[in-house]
């Protein structure tokens, strides 16, 4: 890049604080904000950016703004209140919120920054911990065509595949779908492990021979083993994932869909979160079964 491009980046969590390295080392010029002042002290530290103290701040005179904080609540808090990003955004700026949220508080802050003159996208992101530090997240993204090909390449610094899917709030709803796939993915990993490990089966030689056939996902390529070693310090933690199942159910119930097995794995979850699981990796579904 010729000249570089100001940006701000809010929330400098798991996912956040690589993906903001990432901007850094591309070529942007990254200023950040987060909540906890001594991580920013870190991220400045190691990626040599700059840090402010509010939100506004941050989103004063850059021309994207980038977002990646905890839930709904956190994400009206961070861009509507006094010293939000809203409040110190430059017309015309673009707004990408990397959190998972629902579809309607996306369409909220998308109409919000629409009557105030910038623009906004819901980008939530798939890949866990190893893909924001790698730079190969899955982005799904809703808005306007013309913004996303606006922003499309400053997201491209960490993810390897960058989508528009709609309008405004198709993002989330996408996210949603890869949620409910995950859960169930998971559930049933962990029902055959556990099975295999009954019958008096090696449960890595298991998984080494069932992932080369039509029963191979992510999920058994990157936690099958672990999850046998009773390992699940991996990153999403449980209590997100429930967050985000919450999130996926509330939409089914507006729009009919059935989610039956969706709603068992999130009460699974709940039994987890009872085991002391709250901040365990979503694999943990194998914790409610070695009870027994």
Not at 38 to 47: G, I, L, S, T
Not at 93 to 112: K, P
Not at 182 to 208: D, P, S, Y
Request: some cysteine; proline content about 2%; overall charge negative.
């Amino acid at each position: 890049m010729t000249e570089q491009k100001k940006v701000a980046f809010i929330g400098l969590g798991v996912m956040g604080y690589p993906m903001a390295g990432h901007l850094v080392t591309n070529g942007y010029d990254v200023t950040v904000f987060n909540r906890t002042e001594d991580k920013a002290q870190r991220w400045v530290k190691e990626f040599n950016g700059k840090k402010v103290n509010t939100p506004r701040e941050a989103a004063e005179n850059a021309e994207f703004v980038f977002c990646c904080v905890g839930n709904d609540d956190d994400l009206r808090k961070v861009t509507l209140q006094e010293d939000g990003i809203f409040a110190g955004m430059k017309q015309d700026a673009i707004m990408v919120d990397h959190t998972t949220t629902s579809a309607e508080v996306a369409r909220e802050l998308y109409q919000e920054g629409t009557s105030k003159g910038f623009h906004f996208l819901d980008a939530p992101v798939s890949g866990g911990q190893a893909g924001a530090e790698q730079g190969i997240l899955t982005v799904m993204v809703g808005g306007d065509e013309p913004v996303f090909d606006r922003a499309s390449d400053s997201m491209s610094s960490y993810g390897r595949a960058v989508t528009l899917m709609g309008e405004s709030g198709a993002g989330q709803l996408t996210k949603m779908v890869n949620q409910i796939c995950i859960a169930g993915l998971v559930q049933a990993l962990a029902e055959g492990l556990n099975f295999a490990q009954k019958a008096g089966l090696n449960g890595e030689q298991v998984v080494q021979v069932i992932s080369k056939g039509a029963a191979q996902s992510w999920q058994m390529e990157n936690r099958g083993n672990t999850m046998v070693r009773n390992e699940f310090d991996f990153g999403f933690a449980v209590d997100w994932m429930r967050k985000d199942l919450g999130i996926c159910l509330d939409e089914a119930n507006r729009n009919g869909a059935n989610l039956p097995i969706t709603a068992i794995v999130d009460q699974f979850y709940k039994e987890v979160q009872a085991l002391g699981g709250n901040r365990a990796d979503t694999s943990s579904l194998m914790m409610r079964l070695n009870r027994n």
